[in-house]
């Protein structure tokens, strides 16, 4: 199996003084995912839980919806070619009768950690239809919970703690429950990793959850929850435009900037309790 972690000598200056030292890194290796033999898609991600980043991949891409629809998922022996195994590629095989995606959705490029739509063939291709509505979903988030996940997540990162270097997705429950957290160097693959986990756990839809990452709420990890049935998104940075315009449209809670007591809403805030009611919005400049 691939390292999640490497170390390596640094030269570390502090103060005008230097010495030299080993650091310790996270891992960042290709990972090429096929499914029914065919090159589907290659990521740059960190090694661990990679049956649930290909299982939350597919989620996030609408092509299944429930673990029966997956017949196995293996690595691929012979992946160099020497022949050895090097774990940085496997092949996600679909149950009889689950349709393959259509030409235009094969992601037979190259996938930053960074940004996992980047290559699309096109706009339309991004909007993929949910399974699950999460506009009726009924789930109350009280602040006092909300202001207590992103620790919650920090002291669940393990990986961080020796690299400062990755994001992490969290599943809460309305109760401040953490259900799962997944760690990456790419913030879809760590939200991906998580819906992945749920799918394999036959938890779908995650319905009366809520999401918390640790980075930005960028329109892709907006999608990704509502194709998990979540019907709340917090991050600890900002939204963006079009994730916010996506959450008001699908009924999706948003939270950004969550950091102790102090967040912003986004969208969605009936969802989020307080003791006072909340302020009717203001009416759009004249």
């Known amino acids: 199996m691939g390292r999640v972690t490497v170390r390596e000598r640094i030269l570390r200056i502090r103060d005008g003084a230097a010495d030299e030292r080993a650091d310790t890194l996270v891992a960042e290796e290709p990972l090429e995912i096929r499914m029914n033999g065919r090159p589907l ?167 009366g959850s809520a999401l918390m990452v640790s980075g930005r709420a960028s329109f892709e990890l907006a999608q990704k929850a509502l194709m998990a049935g979540i019907p709340m998104l917090a991050a600890v940075s900002a939204p963006s435009s079009l994730a916010v315009e996506l959450a008001a449209d699908s009924g999706l809670s948003l939270v950004g900037f969550l950091r102790g007591a102090s967040m912003n809403v986004y969208a969605g805030r009936h969802r989020i309790t307080l003791e006072t009611a909340f302020p009717t919005p203001m009416a759009a400049p004249g």
């Open 41 to 207: 898609t290659v990521t740059m991600r960190t090694p661990g839980h990679d049956f649930d980043l290909a299982a939350g991949f597919l989620v996030s891409e609408g092509v299944i919806t429930g673990p029966e629809q997956i017949s196995t998922i293996r690595y691929c022996a012979g992946a160099t070619d020497g022949g050895s195994n090097t774990y940085n590629v496997l092949d996600v095989a679909l149950a009889p009768g689950v349709a393959v995606p259509e030409a235009s959705l094969e992601r037979n490029f190259y996938t930053t950690s960074s940004c996992g739509v980047c290559g699309k063939a096109s706009l339309e291709a991004v909007s993929t239809v949910a399974h699950w509505s999460v506009a009726g979903d009924e789930a109350h988030f009280a602040v006092p919970v909300l202001s207590q996940m992103p620790d919650r997540l920090r002291d669940a990162q393990r990986v961080f703690d020796r690299t400062g270097g990755l994001h992490a997705a969290g599943l809460f429950t309305p109760q401040g429950e953490l259900l799962a957290v997944r760690e990456d160097v790419g913030r879809h693959n760590a939200v991906d990793k998580l819906v992945g986990w749920a799918l394999r756990e036959h938890r779908l839809p995650l319905r």
